[in-house]
DNA sequence: CATTTTTTCAGCCTCTGGACTGAGGGTGAA
DNA sequence: TTCACCCTCAGTCCAGAGGCTGAAAAAATG
């Protein structure tokens, strides 16, 4: 039975050490090498053909998931098993749209990774309890968030109601007249759920409904 | 000259194996341990007597700040050098009043972390460049927050301005005449530089002013 | 093509919000 | 004591907010 070759995408040198230290004890997996950069994992993944990758996702020059898709492109048998410390939804399902095998956090132990390795080339996937629960509750039968059911038009008067503007200023921004905005504004109220239009500029900057998609922290 | 006696703290494995990889390469530190949290840190701490402490910030049983601060009250000549992947400001000032005597990122090669040992021995701190910004910003002659002007009444209207009540719902919270709500929320309008309540509930919400205090990510 | 949803706008009515002015009691510092 | 600030409350006044009803043009949908 050939030995696993096994590939290191990690930007920390730290965690770079870290995995390797875990992989070399093993006598099946033959280590093939690392890369710091999503970008340096595409080019050493056409060179090397390893049979799984172990990927974060946060990196400085191209990010994990770019880098997951490259690589099934032109290797579509490499298992990719994620390997990162974020398990927020903006994260992980694109990671598991691009074609990631596995999912574990960086707290996994040795024999987690390893596991993972080894499941990975019989085609068994290995996802990490807390994302697990993310994965679920996405299939689940979501209760839809109230402002799901806003149309297009009202959810730019509520984007304009999160930025504090009054009916007028709303109405400038917008081209309209004042009266549809305060028809907008009082459907939006109603399917919301709330009493005023500061509840629902409180509803909006809540819910990240923003004019100009600032997200971070 | 004696070894410098150095202990990990950190709740990854594999983030520990890689220091220690780095560490046990050098001939003038002795490894003594590793902890796996803030807890088992100060006991083993008190065990070793170690002269520096790489230690991480975010644990599960008892979190590295608690720790830093544990531990140099019984051993005050222990340098602690923070090594974590966060570099916002709630973090970074709590660990230097902790009494952190430099504060690295996970992002440090081999040669950053051990040349931030032997600094710590000779009394020299090192301070990751993006850290080094969030640091000088704080000593620069900030200007305060419009809402650091309020007084202590204003600040309980504003908080209620951020939950979306009105001045009618303010009254009962806080058990004073609608009058007087209104001339607080007034001045707040002023003293913040908003039009409206509305104005001043976004400013609320995005500046952390709330009644429990939850924040989380 | 017929139907429904969305978007636009109107008039009317009520009430809250907020500006402005004024003022009495409490506390603490000069 | 005087001064300053904070908290409390009152009266007046008006523009804006929001509910209700109705309705026509536009766009999506079947």
Redesign the interface.
């Known amino acids: 039975m050939d030995k696993i070759k096994v590939m290191i995408v990690d ?9 390797k ?2 992989l070399l004890t093993e006598d099946r997996i033959d280590f093939l090498g690392e890369a710091k950069s999503g970008n340096e994992a595409a080019r050493l993944a056409k060179l090397y053909m390893p049979d799984v990758i172990l990927m974060d996702l946060l990196m400085e020059n191209g990010n994990g998931i770019e880098a997951t898709r490259k690589i099934l492109s032109f290797h579509p048998h490499c298992k990719i098993i994620i390997l990162t ?1 974020y398990y927020d939804d903006e994260k992980v399902f694109p990671a598991i749209e691009a074609g990631a095998h596995s999912y574990l956090l ?5 024999e987690e ?1 390893t596991g993972a390795v080894y499941k990975a080339v019989k085609g068994e996937s290995v996802i990490a309890s807390k994302v697990a629960d993310k994965m679920l509750n996405r299939f689940r039968p979501q209760e839809k968030k109230p402002h799901e059911e806003l149309t297009t038009r009202e959810m730019d008067v509520l984007k304009c ?4 503007l ?1 009916n007028q200023e709303i109405s400038e921004e917008l081209f309209i007249g004042i009266k549809t905005v305060k028809t907008h504004v009082s459907n939006i109220l109603s399917k919301l759920g ?6 629902a ?2 509803y909006a ?2 819910n990240g409904i923003l004019h100009k998609a600032g997200r971070k ?1």
């Open positions: 930007d920390h040198e730290m965690v770079r050490l870290g995995m230290t875990y410390s960086k707290t996994a132990s040795a990774v109601l999160g930025d504090g009054t709330v009493a005023d239009r500061t509840q500029a409180i900057n809540r922290e």
